[in-house]
């Protein structure tokens, strides 16, 4: 893989949080601050789903979120990934067979593409990992 | 001219799902409305209805991925106070260090929060590498970055074994040496003072009669800590003194300067109560009853309800149990978070500020959504949300006690 080309497109990341325990949400922040230091590569946190390549969910479904899920989907421009981090999103969870869960996400939006990354939380490594994941799937697609 | 703003649920500046409706008139907000249940999981059905109670103390660190001790922590005392389950004297020193290193990324992670609020980004960079060392630490201690699923009816899981401590007096030095750095930056810096001084007062009668927690409330000047005011665990040994922002400035304000402060301040106080009780750890067992299948059944004989309290980072945390003789699972348990209380103080902070104010008077708090959502109030039938009366919220109350006491 050459690097040029590999970093050809900067990866913008765009979070919601659908639910989720927060675990996921200080463990993305962690794989943006300086250890592990995901921003030189171009990744970063955007401010609006209309900037995003992929977007990233934590957390379970809750029955509040669903309609606004399918709307940062709808706004985000083609072509998107979806980047699952941690069990809830997956499967639910712990959190499976609660009354107030829609999820998991391949329930609320069928025809994302998916990227999981397991885990009750995933290390940074693990994120960063689904973000090259996402990255390849992506240039892919611009061939 | 009265315009609404709403902020959230999925917003840049908020990085869990709240809605904040603000009503401003020109650039002064003039009243402020919050709507959560966004995050709301019905974590307490689950334990009411699918677990045990072992998987309880697991499902309840799963409330809030941040804090991740202090909820388990409540279901435990609350549940060795009805079972009659005392931990041995070596397993609450563990649980003190394991709450204080929690104490320590927590406050950490929020300054750096606070910082990107403020739009100073390099220092929310700055703050976060501070903070790996005790992800790092919590790591070797745990297993794992940010579960602990330490804590256990009648003792902890894991013991810190002697080749653990010097890793751990090596984290109190590390943050020895950068707590001055880091006070300097957020005390001295003059962009923070002037975004944060002045800004989101919560004056001292207020923080009584909202009953704030935590340190949004000691940063009002209200001395109330439950670490000294109802010592747990083997907090007695270390007498703990509520922090307020007069120790280092002389005055109390209320504003987020001084929510700064008390929480810098509880930095330090932290490492000091975990450096004290590694220096008088006893030795010993660390759980009171290894056999798992004994210990469930002990807890499904036993009958009584209790209150479980902890400070956790964000303030006093509180759960109720009940359990009943035969049951498989909790009879009742009623989860309240810190933030549940806390949120309330948005009104009055935001009243008269700019809507610039909004995110770090909103972050000020330390909130966790994952710990709040805890009450619905939905109509499955017709669909509409119901909005209760004063009248039915008593009578369901009502209901409820009686429900209870049968």
């Given at each position: 893989?050459?690097?040029?080309?590999?970093?050809?497109?900067?990866l913008?990341?765009f979070?919601?949080?659908s639910?989720?325990?927060?675990?996921c949400?200080?463990?993305?922040?962690?794989?943006?601050?300086?250890?592990y230091?995901?921003?030189?590569?171009g990744?970063?946190?955007v401010?609006?789903?209309?900037?995003?390549d992929v977007?990233?969910?934590?957390?379970?479904?809750?029955?509040?979120?669903?309609?606004?899920?399918?709307?940062?989907?709808?706004q985000?421009p083609?072509?998107?990934?979806?980047?699952?981090?941690?069990?809830c999103?997956?499967?639910?969870?712990?959190f499976?067979?609660?009354?107030?869960?829609?999820?998991?996400?391949?329930?609320i939006?069928?025809?994302a593409?998916?990227?999981?990354v397991?885990?009750?939380?995933?290390?940074?490594?693990?994120?960063?990992?689904?973000?090259?994941?996402?990255w390849?799937?992506?240039?892919?697609?611009?061939? | 001219m009265?315009?609404?703003?709403?902020?959230?649920?999925?917003?840049?500046?908020?990085?869990?799902p709240?809605?904040?409706?603000?009503?401003?008139e020109?650039?002064?907000?003039?009243?402020?409305?919050?709507?959560?249940?966004?995050?709301h999981?019905?974590?307490?059905?689950?334990?009411?209805?699918?677990?045990?109670?072992v998987q309880?103390?697991?499902?309840a660190e799963k409330?809030?991925g941040?804090?991740?001790?202090c909820?388990p922590?409540?279901?435990?005392?609350?549940?060795?106070?009805?079972?009659?389950?005392r931990?041995?004297?070596?397993?609450?020193?563990?649980?003190?260090?394991?709450?204080?290193l929690?104490?320590?990324?927590?406050h950490l992670?929020?300054?750096?929060?606070?910082a990107?609020?403020l739009?100073?980004?390099s220092?929310?960079?700055?703050?976060?590498?501070?903070?790996?060392?005790?992800?790092?630490?919590?790591?070797?201690?745990?297993?794992?970055?940010?579960?602990?699923d330490?804590?256990m009816?009648?003792g902890?899981?894991?013991?810190i074994?002697?080749?653990?401590?010097?890793?751990?007096?090596?984290?109190?030095?590390?943050?020895?040496?950068?707590?001055?750095?880091?006070?300097?930056?957020?005390?001295?810096?003059?962009?923070?003072?002037?975004?944060?001084r002045?800004?989101?007062?919560?004056?001292?009668?207020?923080?009584?009669?909202?009953?704030?927690?935590g340190?949004?409330?000691?940063?009002?000047?209200?001395?109330?800590?439950?670490?000294?005011?109802?010592?747990?665990?083997?907090?007695?040994?270390?007498?703990?003194?509520?922090?307020?922002?007069?120790m280092?400035?002389?005055?109390?304000v209320?504003?987020?300067y001084?929510?700064?402060?008390?929480?810098?301040?509880?930095v330090?106080?932290s490492m000091?109560i975990?450096?004290?009780?590694?220096?008088n750890?006893?030795?010993?067992?660390?759980l009171a009853?290894?056999?798992?299948i004994k210990?469930?059944?002990?807890i499904?004989?036993?009958?009584?309800?209790a209150?479980?309290?902890?400070?956790?980072?964000r303030?006093?945390?509180?759960?109720y149990v009940?359990?009943?003789?035969?049951?498989?699972?909790?009879y009742?348990?009623?989860?309240?978070?810190?933030?549940?209380i806390?949120?309330?103080s948005w009104?009055?902070m935001?009243m008269?500020?700019?809507?610039?104010?909004?995110?770090?008077?909103?972050?000020?708090?330390?909130?966790?959504?994952?710990?709040?959502?805890?009450?619905?109030?939905a109509?499955?039938?017709?669909?509409?949300?119901?909005?209760l009366t004063?009248?039915?919220?008593?009578r369901?109350?009502?209901k409820k006690?009686?429900?209870l006491?049968r």
């Amino acid at each position: 893989m050459m690097i040029s080309k590999a970093f050809k497109r900067a990866l913008w990341v765009f979070h919601v949080n659908s639910g989720s325990c927060n675990g996921c949400d200080i463990e993305i922040i962690a794989a943006l601050t300086p250890r592990y230091d995901a921003e030189r590569f171009g990744i970063k946190l955007v401010g609006s789903p209309r900037h995003a390549d992929v977007l990233a969910f934590t957390g379970p479904i809750t029955s509040d979120m669903v309609d606004k899920v399918k709307r940062v989907y709808e706004q985000t421009p083609d072509p998107k990934v979806v980047l699952v981090v941690g069990a809830c999103g997956i499967s639910g969870g712990v959190f499976h067979e609660s009354y107030h869960l829609e999820g998991p996400i391949e329930r609320i939006i069928p025809d994302a593409k998916c990227i999981y990354v397991p885990g009750c939380p995933p290390r940074p490594e693990a994120i960063i990992n689904g973000v090259v994941k996402a990255w390849q799937f992506l240039e892919g697609v611009e061939k | 001219m009265k315009y609404e703003i709403p902020v959230g649920p999925i917003h840049p500046a908020l990085k869990e799902p709240i809605m904040i409706k603000c009503t401003i008139e020109g650039e002064r907000i003039v009243d402020v409305d919050v709507i959560c249940s966004q995050n709301h999981r019905g974590i307490e059905w689950i334990g009411m209805n699918r677990n045990n109670p072992v998987q309880s103390i697991y499902t309840a660190e799963k409330i809030c991925g941040i804090c991740n001790l202090c909820h388990p922590a409540c279901l435990v005392i609350a549940v060795e106070e009805i079972a009659d389950i005392r931990a041995p004297e070596r397993a609450e020193y563990i649980r003190v260090i394991q709450s204080e290193l929690e104490r320590i990324h927590s406050h950490l992670l929020w300054a750096g929060v606070a910082a990107h609020e403020l739009g100073f980004d390099s220092l929310l960079h700055y703050v976060w590498l501070v903070r790996e060392k005790v992800m790092d630490t919590l790591e070797i201690v745990n297993g794992a970055r940010v579960p602990k699923d330490t804590i256990m009816y009648g003792g902890v899981r894991r013991d810190i074994k002697d080749e653990h401590i010097p890793k751990i007096r090596e984290m109190i030095e590390y943050y020895r040496q950068a707590f001055d750095k880091l006070a300097k930056l957020f005390l001295e810096d003059k962009t923070i003072k002037m975004r944060t001084r002045e800004i989101g007062i919560l004056p001292y009668e207020d923080a009584i009669k909202l009953a704030t927690a935590g340190p949004t409330t000691r940063a009002s000047g209200v001395k109330k800590d439950v670490r000294q005011d109802m010592p747990y665990f083997a907090y007695p040994d270390f007498e703990v003194k509520a922090i307020t922002p007069d120790m280092l400035t002389g005055k109390v304000v209320g504003d987020v300067y001084d929510r700064i402060i008390v929480r810098l301040l509880e930095v330090k106080q932290s490492m000091e109560i975990i450096e004290d009780a590694l220096n008088n750890m006893p030795k010993g067992e660390i759980l009171a009853e290894p056999k798992m299948i004994k210990l469930l059944n002990q807890i499904k004989k036993a009958e009584g309800e209790a209150i479980g309290r902890h400070e956790a980072p964000r303030g006093e945390d509180i759960h109720y149990v009940k359990l009943k003789s035969g049951f498989e699972h909790l009879y009742s348990w009623k989860v309240r978070a810190p933030t549940y209380i806390n949120i309330l103080s948005w009104r009055t902070m935001l009243m008269d500020m700019q809507i610039a104010d909004i995110p770090i008077v909103a972050a000020s708090i330390d909130p966790c959504m994952s710990c709040t959502n805890r009450v619905i109030i939905a109509d499955e039938r017709s669909g509409k949300e119901k909005i209760l009366t004063s009248d039915d919220l008593h009578r369901l109350s009502v209901k409820k006690t009686r429900r209870l006491l049968r």
